[in-house]
């Protein structure tokens, strides 16, 4: 079980949990706390969505000892990786599951944006429903801030619903300095060097909206700070904002190492 | 100059059926054959005479009643410091003296001579034609950002100058950069395709529909991917989706509809807690929105018309006169424009029988 890289915390090993996070494709999940698994609270109306539930329940949690034939067996398993997304669709947005998800999203086990300018940032999977079966696992880029479909085929077939629409707000709402610096750069096209006029004109437009939104937060009391123009703010930043800067410090902290390296 | 088309399979088709190489068009051997397509390729390719040798299968005999590659190829032995007399040009001593570490080195450089002239061949009438077929075929793939619909994409180079940076995708629904999903795309050259190509492209084709509406292969391949998009719209119609009336068919030289289509309200993503939007006032609110936006009215991109209602109502005497003055200069010139090909049309009878007279 060593091989698997387990991030179980129970005493026992955990047989089929161990085998669906490490079989190919699931590369997504974390792996469920045990303790999570049995509370039946966390559980609720999930026995109305998932077939066969005791039987999948069991069987997540190692304890199914049901001689079915291979049918029948079949249909739990399917049953039971069903029941398993959807408990981790929840369980990924308490305490314990966004920090495994954050140390995953740090080892970059989502895949890197694959926007140009995003330069191969680390992404986090979502979804687009909260209701099973509508809709495929997409991949958030948070320096972006846009949703992108994963490049491989055998991710493109995960349902959405396995990791929820909440899941990476509130990863960024708990560790609020795992948020990247956002970047004004842009893909400018070119024809023998000369710009484009049509493009041109919306990225101005574009430009003109960024700094309206800025004007108008700053009016809220609220900094949007883009990496470009981090340098002449950085001063006034670092002068009066002292209360502020010790309370990063303890959430950076409690975020265990917070600080990415965003050349991976 | 004549090459081995009978061949089974020549260097430019070996080079592009190669792993990785699928974004390659076949450049056309009269292009290459054409000087001037190459100019100052020269000093660009170490060892070029060999490289273009290579490319075009040209066995180095046939090349020896051509004057000036002669000259060409003196001075490349003189900067290599080849030791072969003038008169070596034996085709099958050739050969032989050619160690293996020097085809390795030709060969890399027919590889970097036939980027660069690729380069240039895509922008060319063939090139691009050749090019819009792979495009239609979907060989460069599909743009990876969901609310682009899988619209199909455009290899891409950043830099024009060979070992900058590696090929990327060019989508024209969001007008955005993408990274090859595949790696092994990532070690080929982007200036093999040029920072021109991407933009030229959809220029050349204009009536070329980028929208996600032709892509019912697409989304018939994937039902949930698209029945997902319908209901996401659904949800996302807070803000009204419709455009107002009397848009332009064209904005900015080109058409609307295929003008970023996957940019602008409906298509932005907007992040939820529980089915409440992220405050922009939140520390981690959205910051990002205006990389995607576009205006539901198109003609607020129209920036001189806009000018003109803005100053031309302020102050009207001195704007009106300018206006009706550069009026005038612009139907004088439109109608210098409308002649001209009346014009040529007039001139080209004499000037045919000219050239005719001179002919015979």
């Known amino acids: 079980m060593e091989d698997f890289n387990s991030e179980t915390d129970s005493d026992y090993t955990s047989y089929w949990r161990d085998w669906f996070i490490s079989s190919r494709g699931n590369e997504y999940f974390c792996e469920i706390d045990e303790d999570y698994l049995t509370d039946r609270f966390n559980l609720t109306g999930l026995n109305t969505e998932v077939a066969y539930y005791q039987y ?15 049918d029948l067996r079949e249909q739990i398993e399917k049953s039971a990786r069903h029941l398993y997304g959807l408990v981790h ?18 080892r970059g086990d989502f895949g890197k944006c694959p926007r140009v300018m995003c330069e191969g940032h680390p992404l986090l999977p979502m979804g687009q429903h909260d209701v099973p079966n509508q809709s495929t696992v997409r991949l958030y880029c948070p320096k972006c801030e846009d949703i992108y479909n994963p490049k491989s085929s055998r991710h493109a077939s995960i349902d959405g619903a396995y990791f929820g629409t909440s899941f990476h707000s509130m990863l960024f709402q708990v560790y609020p300095t ?28 574009q430009d003109q909206f960024r700094e309206d939104m800025k004007a108008s937060l700053r009016e809220a009391g609220v900094e949007a700070k883009f990496a470009e123009d981090a340098s002449e703010d950085e001063e006034l930043e670092d002068d009066d904002d002292e209360p502020l800067e010790t309370k990063e410090e303890k959430v950076a902290g409690d975020a265990a190492s917070g600080r990415m390296d965003l050349g991976n | 100059m004549s090459s081995s088309e009978g061949a089974p399979e020549s260097w ?47 066995e180095p005999e046939e090349d020896e009643d051509d004057e000036e590659e002669e000259e060409e190829e003196e001075d490349e032995d003189e900067i290599l410091g080849d030791e072969k ?17 020097d085809l390795s080195v030709i060969e890399s450089s027919a590889e970097l001579l036939y980027g660069l002239i690729h380069q240039r061949y895509i922008t060319s009438r063939p090139g691009i034609q050749q090019m819009l077929e792979k495009y239609e075929m979907q060989h460069f793939g599909v743009c990876p950002r969901v609310y682009c619909n899988g619209c199909k994409v455009l290899p891409v180079g950043r830099s024009d100058t060979p070992g900058q940076e590696t090929v990327k995708l060019f989508c024209p629904s969001c007008q955005d950069l993408y990274t090859p999903p595949n790696s092994r795309f990532h070690s080929v050259d982007g200036a093999f395709f040029g920072t021109t190509f ?13 929208g996600p509406r032709l892509d019912s292969s697409f989304s018939a391949l994937s039902p949930t991917r698209s029945s997902s998009l319908t ?50 006032r939140s520390r981690s609110g959205p910051r990002m929105k205006w ?46 424009r409308k002649k001209a090909p009346m014009r040529r049309r007039r001139y080209n009878p004499d000037q045919m029988s000219i050239n005719g007279a001179e002919a015979g």
């Not at chain 2, 100053?311 to 210098?336: T, V």
């Open chain 1, 56 to 70: 999948a329940l069991d069987l997540v949690t190692d304890v199914f000892d049901l001689d079915a034939d291979d």
């Open chain 2, 231 to 280: 209901s996401s719209s659904i949800n996302n119609q807070v803000a009204p989706d419709v455009p107002p009336p009397n848009q332009p068919t064209e904005i900015n030289g080109v058409r609307t509809i295929n003008f970023s289509p996957g940019l602008g309200p409906g298509r932005i993503y907007e992040s939820r807690i529980y089915g409440f939007r992220v405050s922009e």
């Open chain 2, 198 to 210: 991407g933009c030229l492209f959809f220029m050349t084709f204009p009536d070329l529909d980028i």
């Open chain 2, 12 to 58: 430019i088709s070996s080079f592009c059926s190669l792993m990785g190489h699928e974004f390659f068009a076949e450049v056309s051997e009269d292009f290459i054959e054409d000087d001037f397509n190459l100019t100052g390729l020269q000093s660009q390719v170490p060892m070029y005479k060999e490289a273009l040798e290579m490319i075009l299968d040209v």
């Open chain 1, 89 to 106: 669709a929840r369980y990924i947005v308490t305490t314990r599951g966004l920090a495994k998800m954050v140390e995953k999203y740090k």
């Open chain 2, 291 to 336: 990389l995607r936006m576009k205006p539901l009215d198109i003609r607020e991109l129209d920036e001189l018309a806009r000018y003109e209602l803005l100053h031309g109502s302020a102050d009207n005497d001195g704007d009106l006169e300018m206006g009706s003055a550069s009026g005038s200069a612009q139907s004088a010139a439109i109608a210098k």
């Open chain 2, 85 to 101: 007399p003038p008169g070596y040009r034996r085709p099958g001593e050739r050969r032989h003296t050619r160690v293996a570490s």
């Open chain 1, 178 to 205: 795992l948020l990247p610096e956002k970047s004004i750069r842009r893909y400018e096209p070119r024809i023998f060097g000369f710009k484009v006029h049509a493009s041109a004109a919306l990225a101005r437009w």
